[in-house]
């Protein structure tokens, strides 16, 4: 007898061989600046936890609060009997947070976007997406039957080609582009994007995932950075990075949340995320609004990290943002650069092809609001330490 599952032996090995198969690390202890990974305990330069609230004691705290109070799990859809009062208010805060007029949430962000374009565009629409958008982007892109035209990344020139080629041939049309763009850390050119899609009566869409608790004032994402409240017609976010939980929301204007509570089929057909997530989401909130230090102190850990890395001859590419490629070119080099800096007890990321284009591989360096000076001088010291032996820096 043949073994029909066979061919994926034989995937496996490929991927083995030609080095894209996902080892993929586990951690034996609370998300945060200093982690235990593989055993080995170890500075955290791979998170999202941009402003260390994964393992905060006021999240810990509220989450445990509102389980005494409503227990686990939702219990039903959202549209059924599974919408709790805490979902609704985590909606309503996040609307306010946002500046915009309101807010819905979903299981992800991944989820956010599969239920959002799907409901917006159609076989006889088109979207135009910048090239470097996010899976999740390009998934709920497909799903939509909609036709996909790609524009150059953050290229207004060649977005605004694009959409005069297509003039006349599609019923409606959507831009689509990330906010931050998590490989390189720069972000998407907001306000000319917006402009231009005015000009052609395009819906905007932007997936903020990386730059909420990062950009704007106090971390209010982009739409915020660039002052386009009520400009972009959705603003897709997760609760998983700066948020420190889990969770995706869509806030912006309120005929499409409501059409979303309707149509989104996500939000229709799979449950919500459980109380505790809710409720730690809204410990979230609670702290981004008390006050920007930690903020504040991402971005003086970001500009402290990456002038430093600069002075020791590091390329850390075209960053806006506290993500930090550091550009190394070869993929062996940049995985065997990640080996040595987990033994010198830094754990940060190796990227090659596909992730990102062939002969750009890097280390990318998550920086937090967790670390303090001296987890930045440990990682800096490493990082000056085997970029000797492998020949690279200054
Ligand atoms: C991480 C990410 C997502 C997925 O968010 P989850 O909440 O983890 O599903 C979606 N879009 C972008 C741009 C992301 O970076």
Same mark, same amino acid.
């Given at each position: ?45 791979? +998170? ?47 609307? +306010? ?111 903020? +995932? ?185």
């Amino acid at each position: 007898m043949t073994d029909k599952l066979a061919w994926i032996d034989e995937e496996l090995n490929t991927l083995k061989e030609t080095g894209f198969y996902n080892n993929i690390p586990t951690m034996d202890s609370p998300q945060g600046p200093s982690v235990i990974i593989n055993g080995k305990q170890v500075l955290n330069f791979c +998170a999202n936890n941009y402003l260390g609230l994964a393992n905060h004691p006021r999240l810990v705290q509220a989450a445990s609060e509102a389980m005494q109070k409503f227990g686990i799990g939702p219990g039903a859809v959202r549209s059924i009997a599974g919408t709790l009062s805490l979902h609704v208010q985590l909606e309503k805060r996040m609307a +306010a947070f946002k500046r915009v007029e309101d807010a819905i949430t979903f299981q992800s962000g991944f989820t956010a976007n599969g239920a959002t374009i799907p409901a917006l565009v159609g076989k006889e629409d088109v979207i135009f997406s910048d090239e470097l958008n996010h899976a999740s982007i390009i998934d709920g892109s497909r799903l939509s039957g909609a036709k996909i035209l790609r524009f150059k990344h953050a290229d207004v020139e060649d977005f605004e080609r694009v959409v005069m080629e297509a003039q006349g041939t599609y019923r409606r049309g959507l831009m689509i582009t990330d906010g931050v763009f998590s490989m390189d850390g720069d972000y998407a050119p907001l306000d000319k994007l917006v402009e231009v899609s005015k000009k052609y009566d395009l819906m905007t869409m932007v997936d903020d +995932a990386h730059g909420e608790g990062v950009l704007g004032e106090g971390g209010r994402g982009i739409v915020d950075h660039f002052k386009l409240h009520g400009q972009v017609d959705v603003e897709v976010g997760t609760f998983s990075k700066a948020f420190g939980v889990v969770g995706g929301v869509v806030a912006g204007n309120a005929k499409i949340v409501e059409w979303l509570r309707q149509r989104g089929r996500p939000f229709l057909f799979s449950s919500a995320v459980t109380v505790p997530d809710v409720a730690a989401c809204l410990a979230s909130v609670d702290l981004l609004e008390e006050s920007t230090e930690l903020v504040d102190r991402l971005w003086t850990n970001a500009r402290f990290f990456q002038e430093e890395m600069r002075k020791l001859g590091f390329d850390t590419g075209h960053t806006q943002t506290p993500i930090t490629p550091v550009m190394l070119g070869d993929v062996q080099l940049a995985r065997e650069f990640s080996r040595k800096l987990f033994e010198e007890g830094i754990f940060a990321g190796a990227l090659g092809f596909p992730t990102v284009p062939k002969g750009k591989a890097r280390i990318r360096v998550m920086i937090s609001a967790a670390h303090s000076q001296d987890h930045l001088e440990q990682a800096l010291d490493a990082f000056e330490r085997v970029g000797k032996q492998l020949g690279k820096g200054g």
